[in-house]
Structure formats: structure tokens, C-alpha cells
């Protein structure tokens, strides 16, 4: 039986109405992974933000005998429990330095203590009642504000959150991201030279690209077993230590470099080799005066790009040990050191709510740092990327 | 003497000895070629080489008495080998120097061991895999000879609380017998993976389709880079977002709906990391699509197919091998990924099909084992391992079927870019 034009063209405008659909649907896809994008970013940013703000109040400091004996007793009663204990703790301290302090009471603007600051931005506080009626009046005379949070970036973990900063994590991952690129770099560059310029096209350059794409997509907690087991136990490289933090990583980094720097040997033209083999370089003055300084710029993305990576890279450290407490800003290689990440997961993992904005606050550090470090390796593309 | 004196001492004895060897086979070769002598190579180059033979063998031997050291335990005393190293630096000094003739090749000589050097480099990632490969299964093999095999990949119990007292030489007093039946670990790693996967493919290749059939080129350029964004931000991050976020959320709307969800829910990190894999597949899928070529779209066309029959029927079908192969790699970057269910799924073993309870992962098991004191004696640290090999399998073959996909792909269209 056939069908009328009606019923043809009802199919068609059916068909046609299909296929719009599927445009419409595949446009919300796209839509929705940008849309989860700034939804991201926003929760970020509203949790993070208050982190780079701290509560001060201020008190009247009364440098006694007494005070350098039992820091307590520095300041008020009604105030003791508002003022921070960091704060506190580091009076006698002060007063020894400065000896001309004793006997002496002045009015300073102290780190108030976490819960204070909790109150001031409005989140939920464990102050007592009479206790948030003095931080009110605080307010009302102008003695109790928010400033800009120099702790946050100067100073390292605490187990009180005014104190808590990320300096000492920032620290160790420029540290740990120093032994990585020191190691991987010269290596994986090397390897890519190799394969690309030297290596004999046999069973043996095949294996090795074959495990190179294959190191590439490892779970990198395995990096991280074999960190443990090789580097800590047999060779004795100590625990959490940037040395095997950085070791551990550059590993991970290297498929990266290679498959970057191979790209970028590929994309310089054979005329350039032919050229200089005609001259009579030899394989090797070909690659170091030629083809080497054509593929840089290209190189220098790549590592960058494996960097941030590295950079952002929390599972294989934990399993080496990276998570530690560190209170004090250290330069060492071979001491117990934290990286970024790792304090964020840290903090994440504190009952008290403060570390909430802490943990966040770390957060859009980090992110901050990786945009930027991703937006210089795109701009070196763009300003030296040469199309032949 | 500390270790750290021998090395300076080393270091510094064999730079001036590599600057003497620098400078002599220089001021040699230009002597010969002030003679009127035809060289094969440049001044330099023989300069090069002298330095070369001096530190070459003498790094070599130092390697290789520190290597015997630290692997056979051999006690050799440092200064021996300090003296032997030197020594040997000494006689490449006068075989380089020796060796500065009009008909030696420097430069071939040079490049020889730049070759050989090079070749050493790339054997490093090699001895990588090698090296995860030994580390686990040995671990794992110790940690089979106290456990049995059957047990670990058949039970369904995973309590290891007890191992420890084992350890401790006080196996009597912990109430029970420690168990590892790793079956819960994984049905909670796939329960996770398989949420993850239902996120990520329809939104990835969607977001692939649209990309490379619809959109307008200035959309493109833009959405590449956004998606991309997806994928560089810390996994950390994600597990922090997971974990504050959005379970409280998940918690709040199944409440909405009558149901109780804990907080460790499975679907939190599923989801969350379903986003995070977003990216691999759409830019993936997307370069497939792409290099499908024009000339069958234009042939579904002039047979009056629409665009989204053309899509469907016949570019879609086209690029399925790439398509399953990104999402094959998908899948094993689901199964390792550790930080987002570490902070945002359960610690306790959980075998169920409710994907708002709290269960627990394959990489949750190997940081809680290994995270903090650890005893290498314990089963406990050494089940990390077993679990790492079983990882290590499963990823494995995953990536290796994905890239033999990729390969056919590549064979039956002629494209050279994949």
C-alpha cells in the first residue's frame, strides 16, 4: 500500500524533528560540562574566599612578671577565651627579646581566636553565649575586625585553624617539583631524543614506546607502591621526604615529557636535517645545534603541562609519606616535608568546621598556580610555535 | 669521613682532572694541526673526548663499587674505592691524551658514547615498569604465602583489624582471625566506576558529537580549552568537592524522596568522578570523529539521510572502535583513581547494590594499609600490594586492548595522527 505526500512528509518532518533533537541534546551535553565547570568554581570561591580574611581584636596587653610565667594572665578574663593561644603562647617569648616590655600595658590588635572568627563571618560558632555578647560589643567599639590573612600565606600547619597557613606546603611542593623536573626533564628529553633521532626502528624501540604509552595511563597510586618498596625500602631514601616525593613524580612525569618532546622533534622538518648533514654534522651536532633548539619551545610546554600535573598529584605521596604535620617552614631535601595537595587532604580531613575555609582557601591557591603555569605554557606556544 | 666529603672529594678531583684532560688534548691536537697535519676532527672534539675517557671510566667504577655496596652488602672501604676510582680517571687521562692522533675519529668516538648514553636513558623507562612490576609482585607473593590465594579473590570479608595484633606476635588476644576477601573492595570499586562511566560517556560523547559536527568554529576553540580545564584540576580538589558538597546534597534529595543515604554514599564520588572523566573521553571520541572521512557523511547525505540519522547510523558506527577504546581507557582511569573515593566514599567494606550506601574501594584499602606506621611483617601492609597486582592486571590489560582498538581504527581509514 503506498502512502500518501501527508504521510511522507509527516515522516520526514518526524526525521527531521529527530535530528534537531540530537543536536539540541549533544549542544546540553557541552552545556552541562561547562555549566558543572562554574558551579565548581563558585562553590570554590564562596567556601574559599573568607579564607584569605582573618578576625583581630583588640585587647589590652598587660606585659606583668606574672604574664611571662602564664601567658594567660597577658590579658583580661572576658577576653581570654577570644584571644588566640598561638597568640598567647609566644608572650614570654616576646618579652625576653624585649625586656623593656615588662611592667608594661598596651593596647595591641591580636589574632583572635578561630571560633571568633567562625562568629564575625557569620558561620556556625561553638562561643557561648556571653562570650559572643563581648565579641558584639567588640564590634560596636571597632575592636574586633576582619583584616587580610598574612598567616594563611606565611606560616605552616596548626592544629588551630587562625594559625593554620600553607607556606610550608608551598615549600615542599617547590621543593618536590625541583627533584621531579631536575630528574625527568634531562631523562625524559634524552629518551625522546633517542627514539626519535638515533633508535633503530627494531623489536627493542618497539617495546619501549609500546611501555611508554602504557607508564603514561598507570593507576599513580602504583607510582606510589613503587616508591615505597624501591626507593624507601631498598635504596633507603628517607620517608616523606621531597627527595622521594620528587623521585616518585618525576617518574610519573616522564611519559609525559617524552611523548611531548617526541611531538615536537616530529614537527621539525626534514629539509633542517638534510641541510646540516649536508654541511657534515655529524647525527649528534644535528640534534644539539639544529633540531633541539627548533623543538624548545615545544619541549618547554610539554614540561609545564607534566608539571602542573605533578603538581596537583596527592596518591602516589600519601603512600610515600608526604602528609606529615609540618609546622615550621623548612628547606630540606631529605627531612619530612608536605606538598599543597597533601595539606589539602590534610585539612579536609579536620572535624572543626574552620578547616573548611582553610581547606578551600588551599584549594584556589593551588588552582590559581595551575591556570597560571597552564596559561604560560599555552602563551609559549602561541608566541613560538613555528608552522613549517 | 662522611659519604657526603667522599662525594665532594670525588667530584671536585675529577673536575680537574677532566679541565687538565680538556686542555691537553686541545693544546695537543692544535699542536698537531699547527704541524700542517689533516686531522679527522676539530681541536675540541679530541678535547672532548680526552674528558670523556678520563670521567667515563672513573664515574663507572664509582658507580659500580657504590651499586655493590648498597645491593651485596659488600663492605668495601670508601677510600679504597675513592683511590681505585681516581686511578682509574687517571689512566682514560693518559689513554685520552694518548689517543689525540691525526687518524683517530674523535668525533665518531664522541658520538658513540652520546649514542650509548641516550639509549641508557630510554632503558629508564623500562626499568620503571619493571620496577612496579617487582615491587608488587613480590610484596604480593609474601603476602600469599600468609594468605591463601582462593581466599583473597573468593571471600567476601575484608577485616585485616587483626593482622596487626598477628604481627605483633599476639595473634591470641584479637577476637578473630584476620580475613581478606577482597570481593566487597571490588564490587565497591565497580559500583563506583560503573556511576563514573554513566556520567562520563553520554555527556563526553555528546559533548564530542556536538563539538565536532555542530559546532561553529569560534564555539570549538572555546569549548576545547573549558573542557580541558575539567581535566587539569586536582583529583584532590574533586575528592573535597565530592566529599563537602555534593553528598550532602545526594543526602538531602534522597531524604526528599524517602530514602536514607549515608554520607560516604557511593554516588558522591561516582558522579564526581564521572565529571573529571568527561574530558578523556570527549577529546578522545572527539579527534575520531573528526578524522571519520567526510566522504561517507557526504555519501549518507546524498542518500537523503538527516544529519542526526547521518551521525547515528553512520559516523557514529564508524568511529566505535575509538569510541569504546577512549572509554576502555576511561574505565581503567575510574578503577585507579584514588583521592576522590578516598575522601568522599566509605572506609568500610560493603557488599551491596545500593549505590546510596557507604562502600569502600580497591585504592581506599592500599592508602588506609599503607598510610601512617607501617610493619612490613603485617598482612595488612603487604594485602596494599596484592590489591596494587590486581590493579596492576586489570589496568593493564584495559590499556593494552584499548590500544589495539585504536590500532584497527587507525589501519582501516589510513590515518596517521591518532
Not at chain 1, 618547554?300 to 603538581?311: K, N, R, V
Not at chain 2, 544529519?307 to 557514529?316: F, L, M
Amino acid at each position: 500500500m503506498s502512502q500518501s505526500f501527508d504521510e511522507i512528509s509527516a515522516q520526514l518532518r518526524r526525521r527531521h524533528r529527530k535530528s534537531a533533537r540530537l543536536k539540541w541534546v549533544s549542544m546540553g551535553a557541552l552545556g552541562l560540562a561547562a555549566l558543572f565547570l562554574v558551579l565548581f568554581f563558585a562553590d570554590m570561591l564562596v567556601k574559599g574566599v573568607p579564607a584569605f580574611q582573618q578576625a583581630q581584636i583588640q585587647v589590652e596587653v598587660d606585659y606583668s612578671e606574672q604574664a611571662s610565667q602564664l601567658p594567660l594572665a597577658a590579658v583580661k578574663e572576658d577576653v581570654r577565651p577570644l584571644v588566640s593561644r598561638g597568640y598567647l603562647r609566644l608572650i614570654p617569648g616576646r618579652m625576653e627579646d624585649n625586656p623593656d616590655l615588662l611592667g608594661t600595658t598596651r593596647m595591641e590588635w591580636v589574632l583572635a581566636d578561630g571560633q571568633v572568627d567562625q562568629y564575625l563571618k557569620g558561620h556556625h560558632t561553638k562561643l557561648s553565649g556571653s562570650e559572643q555578647a563581648v565579641v558584639d560589643t567588640l564590634v560596636d567599639q571597632g575592636r574586633a575586625e576582619l583584616r587580610f590573612n598574612t598567616t594563611f600565606f606565611t606560616s605552616g600547619d596548626s592544629k588551630m585553624p587562625e594559625l593554620a597557613g600553607i607556606a610550608a606546603a608551598a615549600m615542599g611542593t617547590v621543593m618536590t617539583l625541583l627533584v621531579t623536573l631536575a630528574v625527568s626533564f634531562p631523562i625524559g628529553v634524552m629518551t625522546a631524543v633517542y627514539l626519535e633521532e638515533f633508535a633503530p626502528d627494531n623489536r627493542v624501540t618497539q617495546l619501549i614506546e609500546i611501555n611508554i604509552n602504557n607508564l603514561a595511563a598507570i593507576p599513580s597510586i602504583l607510582f606510589g607502591l613503587l616508591g615505597l618498596a624501591i626507593f624507601i625500602n631498598f635504596f633507603g631514601v628517607p620517608r616523606s621526604s621531597p627527595v622521594v616525593g620528587g623521585l616518585t613524580l618525576a617518574l610519573m612525569t616522564l611519559p609525559v615529557i617524552i611523548i611531548a618532546t617526541r611531538t615536537a622533534l616530529r614537527s621539525v622538518p626534514d629539509s633542517i636535517r638534510h641541510a646540516a648533514f649536508g654541511v657534515g654534522c655529524s647525527r649528534w651536532q644535528v640534534v644539539r645545534d639544529h633540531v633541539l633548539p627548533l623543538a624548545l619551545p615545544g619541549i618547554m610546554t610539554g614540561s609545564i603541562i607534566g608539571l602542573a600535573q605533578a603538581m596537583g598529584e596527592t596518591a602516589p605521596l600519601i603512600i610515600v609519606g608526604m602528609v606529615a604535620f609540618i609546622p615550621d617552614v623548612g628547606a630540606s631535601f631529605t627531612e619530612a616535608a608536605t606538598v599543597l595537595p597533601a595539606q589539602i587532604f590534610t585539612w579536609a580531613g579536620e572535624p572543626d568546621r574552620a578547616f573548611i575555609e582553610k581547606t578551600s582557601g588551599g584549594i584556589l591557591v593551588l588552582l590559581a598556580v595551575l591556570i597560571t603555569l597552564n596559561a604560560t605554557a599555552v602563551v609559549l606556544r602561541k608566541k613560538f610555535e613555528r608552522r613549517w | 669521613m662522611q659519604t657526603n666529603q667522599i662525594l665532594a672529594l670525588f667530584c671536585g678531583t675529577l673536575l680537574v682532572l677532566g679541565l687538565i684532560a680538556f686542555f691537553l688534548g686541545r693544546a695537543k691536537a692544535a699542536k698537531v694541526r699547527a704541524s700542517g697535519t689533516a686531522m679527522y676532527a676539530q681541536p675540541d672534539q679530541y678535547a672532548w673526548f680526552s674528558v670523556l675517557s678520563t670521567a667515563g671510566p672513573a664515574i663507572a667504577v664509582g658507580a659500580v663499587g657504590a651499586f655493590v655496596m648498597l645491593l651485596l652488602g659488600a663492605e668495601i672501604p670508601t677510600l679504597y674505592l675513592l683511590a681505585a676510582s681516581l686511578v682509574v680517571g687517571c689512566a682514560g687521562l693518559v689513554m685520552g691524551i694518548n689517543l689525540v692522533r691525526p687518524d683517530f675519529h674523535a668525533r665518531k668516538a664522541i658520538e658513540r658514547v652520546i649514542r650509548f648514553f641516550l639509549a641508557g636513558a630510554a632503558l629508564i623507562s623500562i626499568f620503571t615498569t619493571f620496577g612496579i612490576l617487582l615491587s608488587i609482585v613480590g610484596e604480593a607473593l609474601r603476602f600469599f604465602q600468609m594468605q591463601n590465594f582462593w581466599d583473597f579473590i573468593t571471600g567476601t570479608t575484608w577485616n585485616p583489624g587483626a593482622s596487626f595484633l598477628e604481627a605483633a606476635g599476639r595473634a591470641e588476644e584479637g577476637a578473630s582471625a584476620a580475613q581478606f576477601g577482597s570481593v566487597p573492595l571490588f564490587a565497591g570499586t565497580f559500583m563506583i566506576t560503573l556511576i563514573a562511566m554513566l556520567v562520563a560517556i553520554p555527556v563526553g560523547l555528546l559533548s564530542a558529537i556536538y563539538m565536532a559536527e555542530y559546532a561553529p568554529r569560534r564555539v570549538r576553540t572555546l569549548a576545547k580549552p573549558v573542557l580541558e580545564v575539567l581535566a587539569g584540576i586536582p583529583t584532590v580538589v574533586y575528592g573535597f568537592f565530592a566529599a563537602i558538597t555534593v553528598a550532602p546534597i545526594i543526602v538531602d534529595v534522597s531524604g526528599v524522596f524517602g530514602l536514607d543515604a549515608s554520607f560516604n554514599n557511593a554516588l558522591a564520588p561516582g558522579i564526581v568522578m564521572g565529571i573529571m572523566i568527561i574530558p578523556f573521553i570527549s577529546s578522545l571520541s572527539d579527534d575520531v570523529i573528526n578524522s571519520v572521512p567526510d566522504s561517507m557523511r557526504q555519501g549518507s547525505l546524498a542518500l537523503g539521510m538527516t544529519q542526526g540519522e547521518t551521525i547515528r547510523d553512520v559516523v557514529v558506527p564508524a568511529a566505535l572502535p575509538g569510541i569504546i577504546s577512549a572509554s576502555l581507557l576511561a574505565v581503567s582511569r575510574a578503577l585507579g583513581e584514588t583521592m576522590i573515593v578516598v575522601m568522599a566514599a566509605g572506609m568500610r567494606p560493603n557488599l551491596t547494590a545500593n549505590p546510596l550506601e557507604d562502600m569502600t574501594t580497591v585504592t581506599v584499602r592500599i592508602v588506609a594499609a599503607l598510610a601512617g606506621d607501617q610493619e612490613f611483617a603485617s598482612a595488612e601492609t603487604l594485602s596494599a600490594f596484592a590489591l596494587g597486582l590486581v590493579l596492576f592486571i586489570v589496568t593493564l590489560s584495559l590499556n593494552l586492548v584499548s590500544v589495539i582498538m585504536i590500532r584497527r581504527f587507525r589501519e582501516k581509514y589510513r590515518i596517521n595522527n591518532l
